[in-house]
T-cell receptor, first 118, second 113 residues
Framework: GAGVSQSPRYKVTKRGQDVALRCDPISGHVSLYWYRQALGQGPEFLTYFNYEAQQDKSGLPNDRFSAERPEGSISTLTIQRTEQRDSAMYRC????????????????FGPGTRLLVL | GEDVEQSLFLSVREGDSSVINCTYTDSSSTYLYWYKQEPGAGLQLLTYIFSNMDMKQDQRLTVLLNKKDKHLSLRIADTQTGDSAIYFCAETQLMDSSYKLIFGSGTRLLVRP
């Protein structure tokens, strides 16, 4: 695709509900990243994938958060039993980099999903 | 620790130059990035600089890097009202087979007509 797309763009949910956020990376991009951005802050890393493999999930705040990318393309970030403190902008990025190398590919971001937990 | 710092706010008059400053902590960052965030839009990559460079110019944008002081700046020449946005600098931290971006809190640039 032309760019990274995310859906939904806005999600309002009640505390205790589960939510699933979707990311569709740029076509051909191997690496996919999830970030979370609180109001007035910069994005913070959550997790990333190379192809379908989740390589690092050190940024996930707790076990209510999980992510998958089963076919190495679209990814879903799931938050179970949402809490008000989960309210934030969730951003997805993708890059071409597919392994260790001397070069470093740029991460391109989608428009984000704004999550509001009431 | 991971701490990228930026000033919170900058106001300039249209046509003047803007300089947004950033300090970072990870001296092993290979690339340093500037992203622009406009309301309702994603993070747009503006420019980046490789860590072995001192300066990079791209049309109205000039990036200066002082690696000794871990200081990065973004200069926008002839600032326009359309440049009003939040600007984030980001350092890179290497992970196993990839890297993550460590962002500052962003500098809100307001361009006055």
């Amino acid at each position: 695709g032309a760019g990274v797309s995310q859906s939904p763009r806005y999600k309002v949910t009640k505390r205790g509900q589960d939510v699933a956020l979707r990311c569709d990376p740029i076509s051909g991009h191997v690496s996919l990243y999830w970030y979370r951005q609180a109001l007035g802050q910069g994005p913070e890393f959550l997790t990333y994938f190379n192809y379908e493999a989740q390589q690092d999930k050190s940024g996930l705040p707790n076990d209510r958060f999980s992510a998958e990318r089963p076919e190495g393309s679209i990814s879903t970030l799931t938050i179970q039993r949402t809490e008000q403190r989960d309210s934030a902008m969730y951003r997805c990025a993708s890059s071409r980099w597919d392994g260790p190398s001397l070069s470093q590919e740029t991460q391109y971001f989608g428009p984000g999903t704004r999550l509001l937990v009431l | 620790g991971e701490d990228v710092e930026q000033s919170l706010f900058l106001s300039v008059r249209e046509g003047d130059s803007s300089v947004i400053n950033c300090t970072y902590t990870d001296s092993s960052s290979t690339y340093l990035y500037w992203y622009k965030q406009e309301p309702g839009a994603g993070l747009q990559l503006l420019t980046y600089i490789f860590s072995n460079m001192d300066m990079k110019q791209d049309q109205r944008l000039t990036v200066l890097l002082n690696k000794k002081d871990k200081h990065l700046s973004l200069r926008i020449a002839d600032t326009q009202t359309g440049d009003s946005a939040i600007y984030f600098c980001a350092e890179t931290q290497l992970m196993d087979s990839s890297y993550k971006l460590i962002f500052g809190s962003g500098t809100r640039l307001l361009v006055r007509p």
